[in-house]
């Protein structure tokens, strides 16, 4: 059984959690800006550090958990925000899921594949098992 992390995908050229937040946001600037803007506000609210002109993005699996349970706590049971209502929270989780994934697919067109390929030629075996948790198709 081999268990793979995102080391591999960055071998290829995908940046791991930490930087792809960032490169899919980076990707908006030319085709979505009212989005890209919304992320950025929501980035603001969350994380008070935060600074485009630092460009010092959250891990994206950070910031999808903030996101998930703001989205959870949001309710006159709890805490209702007037400043973030669900479904503007929603909004920019679709934003960031649907520029992570153009971000991915656009990358997998120039993707180095040739260390996974020699992974696959000179290292797996028949009925080897591979789990991975890697955000792109590598």
Same mark, same amino acid.
């Given at each position: 059984?081999?268990?793979?992390?995102?080391?591999?995908?960055?071998?290829?050229? *995908?940046?791991?959690?930490? &930087?792809?937040?960032?490169?899919?946001? %980076?990707?908006?600037? #030319?085709?979505?800006?009212?989005?890209? %803007?919304?992320?950025?506000?929501?980035?603001?609210?969350?994380?008070?550090?935060?600074?485009?002109?630092?460009? &010092?993005?959250? &891990?994206?699996?950070?910031?999808? #958990?903030?996101?998930?349970?703001?989205?959870?706590? #949001?309710?006159?049971?709890?805490?209702?925000?007037? *400043?973030?209502?669900?479904e503007d929270l929603k909004e920019v989780e679709a934003g960031v899921l649907q520029s992570v994934t153009d971000y991915l697919w656009a990358q997998?067109?120039?993707?180095?594949? %040739?260390?996974?390929?020699?992974?696959?030629?000179?290292?797996?075996?028949?009925?080897?098992? *591979?789990?991975?948790? &890697?955000?792109?198709?590598?």
């Open positions: 059984m081999f268990v793979l992390g995102a080391g591999v995908s960055a071998s290829c050229g *995908i940046p791991v959690a930490q &930087n792809i937040l960032r490169a899919a946001v %980076d990707r908006l600037e #030319n085709s979505d800006i009212a989005a890209r %803007d919304k992320i950025h506000k929501l980035l603001d609210y969350l994380y008070p550090s935060f600074s485009t002109a630092l460009r &010092n993005y959250p &891990n994206i699996e950070d910031f999808m #958990n903030l996101l998930e349970m703001a989205q959870q706590v #949001n309710s006159e049971d709890f805490i209702k925000s007037s *400043i973030w209502p669900v997998m067109k120039h993707c180095d594949l %040739d260390p996974l390929k020699k992974f696959v030629s000179h290292v797996l075996r028949p009925r080897d098992t *591979i789990v991975t948790f &890697n955000w792109d198709v590598t």
